[in-house]
């Protein structure tokens, strides 16, 4: 019997949720919204993804409600997180510390998020996206990001205009220049 294409017949929300973000890319379209990429070329030339599975992609996620889509100059829109979207970001968080944390090789971690709105003064969040300075769950527009290691010869450096400006320190949300 093939392999299904859909979890039409799983009644369960964790399926449900899998609809909209299980399909290979999807995560990582997201992540880059995160990150504050908002253009289907920028999103195209930092992901190395085909044209037809991006737009495919964020297809998927404006109907889901997930990104709305608004113009930005005549004929180009951008991609920005709604806040079904942005409610994704405990999850998104969580497969990026276990990635790190299991799947990052030799070098440890290399991308920190700091809640850099911290009445406590702030630290890296840990595990489930906690702050262990003030012990909450900041929200994405509350945390700087930075790469730890910009500078690693160990890894493969990408030159493209959005991963230069990613291995900078920003806030999520904010939109890349």
């Known amino acids: 019997m093939p392999l299904g294409q859909s979890y039409d017949r799983q009644d369960c929300a964790l399926a449900r949720a899998l609809e909209v973000v299980g399909e290979r890319w999807t995560m990582l379209v997201l992540r880059d919204c995160f990150f504050g990429v908002r253009r289907f070329a920028d999103l195209r030339a930092h992901l190395d993804i085909p044209r037809a599975v991006l737009s495919d992609r ?64 702030g630290a890296d969040l840990a595990a489930g996206a906690v702050c262990p300075a003030c012990g909450t769950s900041p929200g994405p527009a509350a945390l700087e990001t930075r790469v730890t290691d910009p500078d690693a010869t160990d890894r493969p450096r990408r030159d493209d205009a959005v991963s230069v400006a990613l291995r900078r320190p920003h806030r999520l949300l904010t939109p890349l220049p």
């Open 58 to 121: 964020l297809a998927t996620l404006v109907d889901a409600g997930v990104l709305a889509r608004r113009p930005y100059t005549t004929g180009r829109d951008e991609y920005v997180l709604t806040d079904a979207g942005l409610e994704l970001w405990p999850a998104l968080y969580s497969l990026l510390w276990w990635g790190e944390r299991h799947h990052a090789g030799a070098g440890g971690r290399r991308r920190r998020f700091r809640h850099a709105d911290c009445p406590a003064g």
